[in-house]
């Protein structure tokens, strides 16, 4: 939380509305992304109940367990919904585009789209990982087999759930935390976690204000839960006694009885669900409504190849993935995890000036005006000349940067600027900023136009940096440290079935 | 308040002619969230029931539980404990040792059951003990615990036992329910070292350990884990001191206060709701955005501090330089009004966000 954001949520309360944090929108939204809310049953560990899942607005599909503790109906729900979501991923493999790696020297195909999932909180993302946990283990043969796109359902499950976990990555995304990250609320994080509640701070329906209408979605009657869990009132008024009518039909011999049961159940579930639905795709035009940041494009792109990596795997008949992480793949994933933490945070910053602004008033970054410029400025005390261009920027930005400090443009990433002076000027509050410019201006000692800033540009300058970091180097498995345990024992790429056998037949009722 | 009589009289008069609320170990636990709440001390020193205050203020809240979650905890917990715990025997890797259950029958009240958890501590240390008794002092008041569990002897020192239902899958759980269900346990704890002072044995024979059963990824087999609960104790004994000293926030409280909810004809609490109101409005509080998970009064308490920063989070409020007002903030950030000296820091930065605000957002 950021004095800046503080600020946006005192206006909200005053406004009575939501206020924007951000000018761009830093995630990418797929033309086609399949919209999922699922709903467990309450006490179960992660039993599915229901799920409302599709790609159009007008074409929802509902898929409900009227008995979520049988585990046969369990699987039948796993097998459904593998029917629904391997298709909408299967289907992004088709068209491909050449990739040049290794300093151009070969080439790599990624598909052009990828699959995009959206639930409606964490803990959708929650329910994702482990219903994958839950099935990807699971055998086709031996005791309680099961449909072979049941375990691949869980391989993608898991994938989805590990790619959540990366920054900056959009293939499986909460709403609330997408919305979060855009607009101030006048509440706390806490309410702000509640689909309806936020949704309708950012887009209240006409002639009300945004505190009024989230407090009304607060009742459950009103705008029942997002999931996965459901309304306790729900559970024991509705839900109950209308699971136990199911059963007793399903237990008699009158199938027009169990049709009527079971329909009686989808139309509550689907009472339940549909407010979040449409929730969800209001959130989303909220979202598409704003313009993507500049680097969304680059980030879907490793989406796309991670996305192509992954289908490749599993079309090799590739082993689930492991239960939990050894200590060096852990260490690894960390690593990634902390490196595109930072960069996500740094693009957001040269992508959107509001971000920015946060890092300008830490005293990290200012915008000025450029009042003086000599583009040809060229340094001849060493062995050879080089051109050294110097620009004099004035700002009212607070300016806390020492002499020798190496800043950077958004507007000019592959150039550095070396601050030279910093002079406070007597009036106004204004700062005079003189910076030494080096790199992106080709190899001669000319510039090229446009490669130095001119006379009269806003400019921003920043000690952020997207600089090239080398990636951690870490040992080999068979390395481990004893520090951390030393060598596992055994890995599931020796023996995949092995490992996950427990899993495969463990009790599920 | 008169000066003169007891705390425990100051409070009941508060409550009115109605039972006081018992509290639980759920309740207890729950007195360590928001400990500078002198609305929350006052109400539950008192005993009165917080729930049916918000509905009759028109704030009630939401605080039920679904029965299929009680369903599958009491099927859990009766799997355990079933044919004299050995599930938990055979999870606990010990020699069998007795097994007492001391629920006593229906008819058997809270002392006698205490009396006889006590006789059991004395005479049976190596046994294994269902359905115990035990008590705490809360406000001055003697709460008893019923823990739905067990307390054993193991190395030597009694664990206590907490069982429930969530899951833990791949050695992982939830950690929101985790640190629950050990704040819950550090009651027993503490209540289990009293009950064995009482009985003439060393309380500090009772580990901070405590052993949590859940089930085990999507099964139904238990599986246990030792829980360090030194932190939760300390934060309950600091409450629970800060409870027993409720005659000083009683001394800061104006004369004739009541929160009575007796009956009227209607079977509703005859007490005009906005009298009530008021008389609530009278005791302070200090609420946060976490009051609404754990405190039933929440939903008032966030309506009264609409105007207030605490609305938005301890973090925002901090961000905003400690400010309490809304307003306040806002007419700093603007400019239009001066900063008081402990506001002159905050209002610096306000500013500067007030303006790049103004230049940025359309």
Redesign the interface.
């Known amino acids: 939380?950021?004095?800046?954001?503080?600020?946006?949520?005192?206006?909200a309360?005053?406004a009575g509305r939501a206020?924007?944090i951000a000018?761009v929108r830093h995630a990418h939204i797929s033309d086609m992304p399949l919209v999922f809310i699922p709903l467990t049953?309450?006490?179960?560990?992660?039993a599915p109940l229901a799920v409302m899942v599709g790609t159009d607005e007008d074409r929802p599909e509902l898929l409900i367990v009227p008995q979520p503790r049988d585990r046969g109906l369990r699987f039948d729900f796993a097998a459904r919904l593998a029917e629904i979501l391997l298709p909408y991923a299967e289907g992004f493999c088709s068209a491909t585009e050449a990739v040049p790696t290794d300093r151009k020297r070969d080439v790599r195909y990624r598909y052009l789209d990828a699959p995009q999932i959206i639930v409606p909180a964490p803990a959708g993302i929650g329910f994702v990982r482990?219903f994958g946990?839950?099935t990807r283990f699971r055998r086709t043969d031996g005791d309680y087999p099961v449909l072979p796109t049941v375990p691949l359902l869980g391989r993608w499950l898991t994938f989805f759930a590990d790619r959540a976990e990366q920054p900056g990555s959009s293939m499986l995304l909460s709403l609330t935390e997408m919305l979060s990250a855009h607009w101030a609320t006048?509440?706390?994080?806490?309410?702000d976690a509640h689909l309806g509640s936020l949704v309708n701070w950012i887009a209240p329906p006409p002639g009300m204000s945004g505190a009024k209408a989230a407090r009304l979605a607060e009742d459950?009657e009103v705008c029942p839960p997002a999931g996965p869990a459901?309304d306790?009132?729900f559970?024991?008024d509705v839900l109950?006694p209308a699971m136990e009518i199911y059963r007793a039909a399903s237990e008699g011999d009158d199938p027009e009885a169990e049709r009527a049961a079971y329909r009686e159940l989808e139309d509550l579930l689907r009472g339940q669900l549909a407010p979040t639905w449409e929730l969800m795709w209001r959130g989303l035009r909220v979202m598409r409504s704003m313009p993507p940041g500049a680097s969304v494009e680059a980030r879907w792109a490793q989406d796309r190849d991670v996305f192509s990596d992954f289908s490749l795997y599993v079309q090799g008949g590739g082993a689930p993935q492991a239960?939990?992480d050894g200590a060096v793949a852990a260490a690894t994933r960390l690593h990634k995890l902390e490196r595109a933490g930072q960069s996500y945070a740094i693009e957001r910053a040269f992508d959107d000036?509001?971000i920015m602004?946060e890092h300008?008033?830490g005293g990290e970054a200012f915008v000025g005006e450029v009042t003086l410029s000599k583009p040809d400025r060229v340094d001849d005390t060493g062995k050879r000349p080089v051109l050294r261009p110097r620009i004099q920027v004035v700002t009212t930005d607070?300016v806390l940067f020492p002499e020798g400090t190496t800043l950077v443009s958004p507007s000019k990433p592959q150039q550095k600027g070396r601050v030279i002076f910093v002079t406070p000027v007597e009036d106004g509050g204004k700062t005079e900023v003189v910076l030494e410019l080096s790199g992106g201006m080709g190899r001669g000692l000319r510039a090229p136009a446009g490669s130095v800033p001119e006379v009269g540009e806003r400019i921003t300058y920043t000690s952020l940096s997207l600089g090239y970091a080398p990636p951690g180097t870490f040992p080999s498995r068979e390395e481990t440290p004893w520090t951390h345990g030393g060598p596992p024992q055994y890995s599931i790429a020796d023996d995949p079935l092995d490992q996950g056998d427990h899993?495969a037949t463990?009790?599920?009722? | 308040m008169a000066q003169t009589s007891t705390p425990d009289a100051r409070l009941d008069r508060l409550r009115g002619p109605v039972a006081p609320r018992r509290h639980n170990a759920r309740t207890i636990a729950a007195l360590t969230g928001n400990p500078g709440c002198t609305r929350r001390a006052v109400l539950d020193g008192a005993g009165v029931d917080k729930m049916k205050v918000a509905e009759h203020i028109g704030f009630p809240g939401?605080f039920?539980?679904?029965?299929?979650?009680?369903?599958?905890?009491n099927v859990f917990e009766a799997r355990l404990k079933a044919n004299e715990g050995a599930a938990l025997v055979g999870l606990l890797g010990v020699d069998v040792p007795k097994y007492l259950d001391l629920s006593g029958g229906p008819k058997a009240s809270n002392e006698e059951r205490y009396s006889r958890t006590l006789e059991a501590l004395r005479d049976n240390p190596d046994t294994l003990l269902d359905h115990p008794m035990l008590r705490l002092e809360v406000a001055g008041r003697r709460v008893y615990l019923e823990p739905d569990l067990v307390a054993f002897q193991l190395d030597n020192r009694y664990h206590v036992v907490e069982i429930k239902?969530?899951?833990v899958?791949?050695?992982q759980a939830d950690p929101g329910k985790v640190s629950a269900a050990a704040t819950q346990a550090a009651v027993y704890v503490l209540a289990l070292r009293e009950a064995l002072a009482e009985a003439g044995r060393d309380p500090e024979t009772v580990s901070h350990h405590v052993l949590l059963v859940c089930?085990k990824?999507?099964?139904?087999?238990p599986v246990s884990s030792m829980i360090d609960v030194r932190r939760q104790l300390s934060v309950l004994r600091r409450q629970l001191s800060r409870m027993a000293r409720i005659d000083q926030l009683l001394d800061t409280l104006p004369d004739g206060l009541t929160f009575d909810l007796e009956a009227g004809d209607d079977g509703e609490p005859a007490r005009d709701p906005e009298a009530l109101t008021a008389d609530i409005e009278a005791v302070p509080a200090r609420y946060a955005?976490?009051c609404?998970?754990t405190c039933e009064l929440s939903f008032f308490c966030r309506a009264e501090a609409?105007?207030s920063?605490a609305?938005?989070?301890r973090?925002?409020?901090e961000?905003?330089g400690g400010i309490e007002d809304?307003?306040t903030?806002?007419a700093l950030?603007h400019g239009t009004i001066e900063p008081t000296p402990d506001q002159a820091e905050a209002a610096v930065?306000?500013q500067?966000?007030?303006r790049?605000?103004a230049?940025?957002?359309p």
């Open positions: 939380m950021s004095t800046l954001t503080a600020l946006a949520k005192a206006q309360v005053a206020q924007p000018t049953m309450a006490g179960e560990a992660n482990l946990r839950s006048g509440q706390s994080g806490h309410e459950p459901t306790p009132g559970d024991n109950g239960r939990r000036p509001l602004a300008r008033l607070p899993a463990e009790d599920w009722s | 939401r039920g539980q679904s029965s299929f979650a009680i369903v599958r905890g239902s969530f899951p899958i791949d050695e089930p990824d999507f099964s139904n087999q955005p976490d609404l998970a609409r105007t920063t609305v938005l989070g973090s925002v409020r961000e905003l809304v307003q903030v806002l950030a930065l306000l500067a966000a007030y790049l605000r230049e940025l957002v």
